[in-house]
Nanobody
Framework: QVQLVESGGGLVQAGGSLRLSCVASGRTFSFMGWFRQAPGKEREFVAAVTWIGSGTSYADSVMGRFTIDRDNVKNIMYLQMNKMTPEDTAVYYC????????????????????WGQGTQVTVSS
């Protein structure tokens, strides 16, 4: 049974920080990532990390503010969010990519096969 469980969401003030966690069970992934979806908007890419080599990719809107990391032994992925703004308010989803292809952009929903249920992040001004 494959399961991805997010945690760490909550309410923070603008300029504050929050750390999200995603625990993966049932299998390991070639890469994992974070997506987010605000009310009335489509789900968008946030960040991704490869499981071997720890290569990372970030959306332009979060680069320099967010940091993605992973623990290969515990199968846990983290998203450290700093200098947060109200534009970061959204439901954040954890996703896993099984790596069935040889080349990836790591920022498209179609590249991921497994998803968590999401955790709410709200940033007040």
């Amino acid at each position: 049974q494959v399961q991805l469980v997010e945690s760490g969401g909550g309410l923070v003030q603008a300029g504050g920080s929050l750390r999200l966690s995603c625990v993966a069970s049932g299998r390991t992934f070639s890469f994992m990532g974070w997506f987010r979806q605000a009310p009335g908007k489509e789900r968008e890419f946030v960040a991704a990390v490869t499981w071997i080599g720890s290569g990372t990719s970030y959306a332009d809107s979060v680069m320099g503010r967010f940091t993605i990391d992973r623990d290969n032994v515990k199968n846990i992925m983290y998203l450290q969010m700093n200098k947060m703004t109200p534009e970061d308010t959204a439901v954040y989803y954890c996703a896993g990519g099984r790596g069935v292809k040889g080349n990836y952009f790591f920022r498209f929903e179609s590249e991921y096969q497994d998803w968590g249920q999401g955790t709410q992040v709200t940033v007040s001004s």
